[in-house]
Structures are given as structure tokens and as C-alpha cells.
């Protein structure tokens, strides 16, 4: 083979190995592009998420301090026509929905705990306590239960 030839297949076997670098080079630089991005997003979606669970936890205890308002505010007598029983109705069908808003948004150990301290709330509101019983020592183990298992779970 001439020098020539050599000179040739050397030029192109450079071109070949540069082509080569160049492209594994932006394939290297894509994929981490794409994994940047990916972080980016799953970092936006776990924000938006915690902000969603803290709204909901939010509503879900300030809707219970309504319920427990109501408890403590409880008549000896009432009727389905009393303000009482509709404000306390209004307060426990959305501590209802909110608790239900609980199991679907955290896990399972925080739902139970909440629907512990939600049946102990609705007992309270409609049943009363026997006498000599505190509403407050009554509510108080669930309560914090409750807020200690959604604690965990944010972190």
C-alpha cells in the first residue's frame, strides 16, 4: 500500500474515532440532562405533595377543634331543630370528609389514628361522656396519636 493509502484510512479512522467521542460525548450529556430533569420533577411533585398534606392536615385539625367545640358546648337536652345540633352536625359531616381526605392522601397507620380520634370526637359530640369523665383527658390520647403519626409521615 502507497503512504497515500495509509495517510487516508489514518484521516478516516480519526474521523471515525472523533464521530464516535463526539456522540457518546452528547449521548453521556443527554442522559444526564434527562436525569436532571427527572430529580427537577420528582422534586416539584414531593413539594406539591407535602403543601397537600399539610393543607389537609391543617383542615382536618381545625375542623376537629369545631368538633370538640361543639362537644364541650354540648346541651343536656337538644333536639334535630337546635342551633347546637346543626352547628355540630355542619362541624362532623366535614371532620367526616376531611378524615376520609386523610386516608387517601397519607399512609394507613395516619388514617387509622385519625379515625380513631374522629369516632372518640363523634361519641363526645353526641353521646356525651359519663359523669366525672374530662372531654379533654377523653380526647387527648388519640389526639396526639394522631398528630404524632402525621408528624412521622412529613418528616
Known amino acids: ?5 495509509w495517510v487516508s484510512l489514518i484521516s ?8 464516535a467521542l463526539s456522540f457518546l460525548i452528547q449521548f453521556a450529556t443527554q442522559r444526564s440532562a434527562e436525569r436532571t430533569e427527572l430529580r427537577r420533577q420528582q422534586t416539584e411533585l414531593s ?3 407535602r403543601a397537600e398534606r399539610l393543607a389537609l392536615l391543617a383542615r382536618f385539625v381545625e375542623v376537629a377543634a369545631e368538633a370538640e367545640r361543639a362537644a364541650f358546648s354540648r346541651p343536656h337536652e337538644w333536639d334535630d331543630t337546635t342551633p347546637w345540633f346543626l352547628t355540630a352536625q355542619d362541624a362532623m359531616n366535614r371532620l367526616w370528609v376531611a378524615e376520609r381526605l386523610i386516608r387517601v392522601q397519607f399512609p394507613l397507620p395516619v388514617h387509622n389514628a385519625a ?3 374522629f369516632l372518640d370526637l363523634n361519641r363526645t ?5 359519663p359523669d366525672g ?3 379533654r383527658d377523653y380526647l387527648e390520647d388519640n389526639r396526639l396519636v394522631f398528630l ?3 408528624r ?3 418528616g
Open 152 to 154: 412521622a409521615v412529613m
Open 115 to 117: 379515625r380513631k380520634y
Open 133 to 135: 369523665e374530662s372531654l
Open 148 to 150: 404524632d403519626a402525621a
Open 47 to 49: 413539594e406539591a405533595r
Open 125 to 129: 359530640v353526641w353521646e356525651g361522656l
Open 12 to 19: 478516516l479512522g480519526g474521523v471515525a474515532l472523533g464521530g
Open 1 to 5: 500500500m502507497s503512504s497515500q493509502v
